[in-house]
């Protein structure tokens, strides 16, 4: 009986393998796609809806001011306008981008090794948390992701084959990443150390007798070849026209980071955990994400087990695999991950090392996972799955902005009011919604602050330091995602009464 199941899962497979990717892809749609808007933008997709739907010197004025190239939202904004910038159509961008970041990881992973070893990646990506909600958020990682895998992917091809079109299409498309995020300009000084780490661990050291030898074949190594010019020298051509642009960005010296906090070295494990399972979905406010929370499972012991796992992973699939292919996936995935790290602690105020500015290593370490489980009998890789969605299953839920999709529904109700918000930051969030003419900044613990120098709010802002202007206000209503029962030395809550209520957004008035 046993024998009859195994011939017929054998047949099974040989039959169908080659629609497993396609498997996978519909599941990467499925958890992509579905969920669009659950959730209220946050802070940084606000910024996004609010720049898109500028004209496209405005909203490309507003992305410079934010230290951002315009690739992303240039192209978001033609494809958003189809459906009038709708939260649902700007986080459809990043989703399409996310599934394309599925499949050219597929693509990676079976030119590096082998097609099991991009299957089993390709898996591993459509099910991670952290994989799954920048996938669904209304910013430029999936983008810059997928333009960064199928660059490497040319890139691996090239060295492979030698062929100088692979070398040309990998330059083209690290430019495009360039453009896209600040950190493909990084990840572009990577795959020169793929290039060397290639070149090195691929020597045949037994042919090698004298050291004069030995350190010759190095340098020859270490030295760029004509095809790696061209591969730069496309780069450089493809990001010329932002050049200058880029230069003064850099001058700024990331005057625009000062809410990241300086790096450890340990913080390369916290975020291969956060890879794994996820941080906290969009916030309300600006600030350092976290790792999500198992249920009865410290982070100190989650990151324990994920440090000697990767360590002995490494020795193992180093043993087991072409060293010069292992270490090449070292360099892109914890090499690039290290040079951040690197920045962040040695440059003054360049904090980079963000989660989600790193996500493309989270990617080169999925092909890791990959790699390891091919080596694993089936049913073993099974367990390990099953285990790991066991894991995801315990992330502690948390409460997440719902109310602005709601509200907005409703608007018919409010055409007469004019709305005050209480903060910056829940400014340019209402703003993305409800639009700038019908809103009042009055900053609720510092009402003298002036946030109009933000990219996201500009000098057109209307705000009053006089908290008698919504009180005597009849038409004024007041918008807050957190209930108003405190008073200050600014705000008094004396007469206000709450009226309507979508989710945790609220709106007062005050009685007269």
Do not use: C
């Amino acid at each position: 009986m046993l024998k009859k199941l195994k011939a017929s899962l054998e047949k099974f497979h040989q039959q169908y393998q080659q629609y497993y990717i396609l498997l996978i892809l519909a599941v990467a749609v499925f958890n992509r796609f579905t969920g669009l808007v659950r959730r209220d933008f946050w802070y940084d997709e606000a910024f996004t809806g609010v720049a898109v739907k500028e004209t496209f010197r405005n909203m490309i004025r507003m992305i410079i001011n934010d230290v951002h190239p315009p690739l992303y939202y240039a192209t978001l904004k033609v494809f958003s306008s189809f459906f009038n910038y709708s939260v649902f159509g700007i986080r459809l961008f990043s989703a399409i981008f996310g599934v394309l970041a599925v499949w050219a990881l597929y693509l990676l992973a079976k030119e590096l090794f082998s097609r099991k070893v991009g299957l089993y990646a390709a898996l591993v990506a459509t099910i991670s948390p952290f994989a799954i909600q920048y996938s669904q958020e209304a910013r430029m990682y999936t983008m810059l992701v997928f333009l960064i895998l199928i660059s490497a992917y040319f890139f691996v091809k090239g060295l492979q084959t030698k062929e100088k079109k692979y070398f040309a299409f990998w330059g083209f498309f690290t430019g495009l990443s360039m453009l896209t995020h600040y950190m493909g300009v990084i990840f572009a000084t990577v795959y020169y150390g793929v290039f060397v780490a290639w070149g090195i661990f691929s020597l045949n050291w037994s042919q090698l007798k004298s050291f004069q030898q030995k350190i010759r074949a190095i340098v020859g190594k270490i030295l760029p070849t004509r095809e790696i010019f061209l591969g730069y020298g496309v780069t450089f051509l493809v990001f010329l026209p932002w050049l200058k642009m880029f230069l003064h960005h850099i001058s700024i010296k990331g005057n625009n980071l000062s809410w990241v906090k300086p790096a450890s070295f340990g913080d390369i494990i916290v975020n291969i955990q956060m890879f794994l399972f996820g941080t906290p979905l969009g916030e309300m406010s600006s600030g350092m994400p976290q790792p999500n929370e198992l249920l009865g499972i410290s982070h100190l012991s989650i990151r324990m087990v994920l440090a000697m796992m990767f360590g002995i992973g490494v020795v193992y699939l180093m043993r087991k695999e072409k060293k010069a292919k292992v270490v090449s996936l070292l360099v892109f995935s914890t090499g690039f991950m290290f040079i951040i790290y690197t920045l962040s602690a040695t440059l003054p105020d360049q904090q980079y090392f963000v989660a989600r500015y790193l996500l493309p290593a989270a990617y080169f370490i999925f092909i890791f996972i990959g790699l390891w489980l091919s080596r694993l009998r089936t049913w073993v890789v099974i367990v390990v799955i099953a285990f790991y969605l066991g894991l995801i299953s315990l992330t502690v839920p948390l409460a997440n902005s719902k109310g602005y999709n709601e509200m907005i529904l409703h608007m018919d109700k409010y055409k007469d009011n004019n709305f005050y918000i209480l903060n910056a930051f829940d400014y340019v969030i209402t703003k993305y919604y409800l639009g700038a003419n019908r809103l009042t900044l009055y900053n609720y613990d510092w009402p003298q602050y002036n946030p109009a120098y933000w990219a996201a709010i500009g000098p057109q802002l209307k705000r009053t330091e006089d908290y008698e202007d919504l009180r005597n206000d009849p038409k004024a209503l007041i918008i807050s995602n957190k209930a108003l029962n405190r008073d200050n030395q600014y705000f008094s809550t004396q007469g206000l009464v709450l009226v309507d209520k979508y989710s945790n957004i609220l709106i007062y008035k005050f009685e007269k």
